[in-house]
């Protein structure tokens, strides 16, 4: 028997950016698409354009390849057309392929929130979905608040899923909006909705207010529901959505679903997982869950004791999956040859070939070790781990030298009597025989000014600099309080449009800054092919 597909509709953009902390810039949005694209993923829920300036210019242009573009908004507004009303007309003229209309199933709602009939609800799930799809679009109704609806009244809640697919909906996606249900629950209910509208267009939405999204995810498609909405690293407002990392493991890992059900990550994508989930993190400056299950930096690490040494004899002894299948690594393990395959696996990613049996594999595994200890952390910074590999391997050109530099900060009154502070900015540094020293002020912050300097003047290399460019920058405080190590990491970006990211660390938050910054110039000039 062929294995039933299951989709996976990621919506990190939309629902996880209702997550305390968390704001998407335009380029963070169109980074998390394509990375959601490569791995795999059917459906990404892009947003709420008309919401919002930025979702609006999200919108714009298209920017997955191979993953369904889905555009997010409720259904017509009561007393209004379909055709005459703003939030519909924005999720049609939004480049998506997809349109999600979110319409209250649960009739306590539909009185108390919309204040209008039962009917009137049903009415405005049937004409929004029926104007979407004759424009052509793929179009799924959120069933917002579903369980706690069909709970309190089955006949309604199952009219708003019934009304959506015989009006032409793809897919009808039953909401845990509260996350109190339990799996038993979901389970049941699903298996109920499945004889009103066929599995194959049932999806799941779950939150994790009890714990249970995941399960509850699970609980749905073995009751026969064929999508699954989450969002990386269960980002999400209050407790968060469906961890939808967990739940690809899960789904690839485990026999009972591996067998059964077939998703659109592949293996060499599952190998991505773990690069995937910290990247997310890296980018939002948030710190990566150590405990995450296939992903986190914990979960396949033993201390010394029986469980290491039953570990070391068979890992199987203490590990439900092999680590590398998700790009993670075993720590007790991590200079046996399991560390070094995954070592190799991520050193082919970034387009570097050693062999297991180099014995240069062994002192690049040394390196990320003290850097490691040192605070370094290389998964959001491809960049600076490209150039770590480079130059253990001794194939990094010496560009220039930094002699010295030297940042200021001073708060002063301007022209007009305002009090502004204003940082300056000095480097010394040689470029073969040539000693250059360049300046810069503005009052951007210090950082800012140093980059200035830095870029200012770089003798015979200048014309391959010129259109890079400082994008973003994260700081990241451990260990300590205001003496604490500092972990600083840039986003650069060039000319055509290329990104990398490069990390330094130090207990002087510019030391650090300076190290990320000419990462940054090291690695646009070995791209540019430059010799010393």
């Not at 810039?25 to 829920?45: F, H, N, Q, T, W």
């Not at 930025?54 to 209004?80: C, E, I, N, V």
């Amino acid at each position: 028997m062929s294995a039933a597909r299951v989709y996976l509709f990621d919506t990190t953009l939309r629902d996880g950016a209702q997550t305390t902390g968390v704001d998407f810039s335009l380029d963070d949005k169109r980074a998390v698409a394509a990375m959601l694209d490569r791995l795999g993923i059917d459906y990404v829920e892009g947003g709420y354009p008309g919401a919002n300036p930025l979702d609006t210019a999200f919108f714009a242009h298209k920017p997955t390849q191979a993953a369904r573009f889905a555009a997010f908004g409720m259904t017509k507004r009561a007393g209004r057309s379909a055709a005459n009303d703003p939030g519909i007309a924005a999720l049609l003229e939004a480049d998506a392929d997809a349109i999600v209309f979110v319409a209250k199933s649960w009739d306590y709602h539909v009185h108390v929130a919309l204040e209008i009939p039962l009917e009137e609800n049903l009415a405005g799930i049937r004409e929004s979905v029926e104007a979407a799809r004759a424009a052509g679009r793929e179009v799924m109704l959120d069933c917002e608040h579903f369980f706690d609806g069909y709970k309190a009244n089955p006949d309604y809640a199952l009219a708003c899923a019934r009304t959506a697919y015989e009006a032409g909906a793809r897919w009808v996606v039953l909401c845990d909006t509260n996350g109190g249900t339990l799996p038993d629950e979901v389970g049941r209910i699903v298996a109920e909705v499945a004889r009103v509208v066929p599995g194959e267009h049932l999806g799941i939405h779950a939150h994790d207010d009890c714990g249970c999204a995941v399960a509850n995810s699970l609980a749905a498609i073995e009751a026969g529901a064929r999508q699954i909405q989450g969002t990386l690293n269960g980002l999400g407002e209050r407790c968060g959505n469906a961890n939808l990392v967990t739940l690809i493991g899960t789904l690839k890992l485990k026999q009972r679903y591996r067998d059964r059900f077939a998703t659109g990550v592949g293996e060499t994508e599952l190998g991505e997982l773990t690069h995937v989930s910290r990247a997310l993190d890296e980018m939002l400056n948030r710190a990566p869950n150590r405990h995450a299950p296939y992903v986190g930096a914990s979960a396949f690490a033993t201390k010394a004791g029986i469980h290491a040494s039953a570990v070391l004899k068979d890992p199987r002894t203490y590990e439900h999956v092999a680590p590398e299948a998700t790009g993670n690594v075993r720590k007790v393990l991590v200079s046996d040859q399991g560390g070094k395959s995954n070592l190799v696996a991520e050193l082919e990613r970034i387009g570097v070939t050693l062999g297991r049996d180099d014995p240069r594999l062994t002192r690049v595994l040394q390196e990320l070790k003290d850097k490691e200890a040192q605070g370094y952390a290389f998964e959001g910074a491809d960049a600076s781990f490209y150039l770590l590999v480079r130059r253990i391997l001794g194939e990094v050109p010496a560009f220039f030298e930094v002699e010295r530099f030297k940042v200021s900060v001073e708060r002063r009154y301007n022209a007009v009597g305002e009090l502004v502070t204003f940082s300056e900015a000095t480097v010394k540094l040689k470029v073969g025989d040539e000693v250059l020293i360049s300046a810069a002020e503005g009052a951007a912050g210090p950082v800012n000014a140093l980059d200035m300097a830095l870029r200012k003047d770089l003798g015979r290399y200048q014309s391959l600099i010129g259109g890079l460019r400082l994008v973003d920058y994260k700081v990241r405080i451990f260990q300590g309080g205001t003496d604490a190590v500092t972990r600083v990491l840039i986003e650069s970006a060039d000319e055509r449009g290329e990104r990398w990211t490069t990390v330094g660390v130090s207990a002087n938050i510019i030391d650090a800054s300076f190290q990320a910054l000419t990462d940054s110039i090291v690695y646009k000039l070995m791209r540019e092919g430059a010799t010393a």
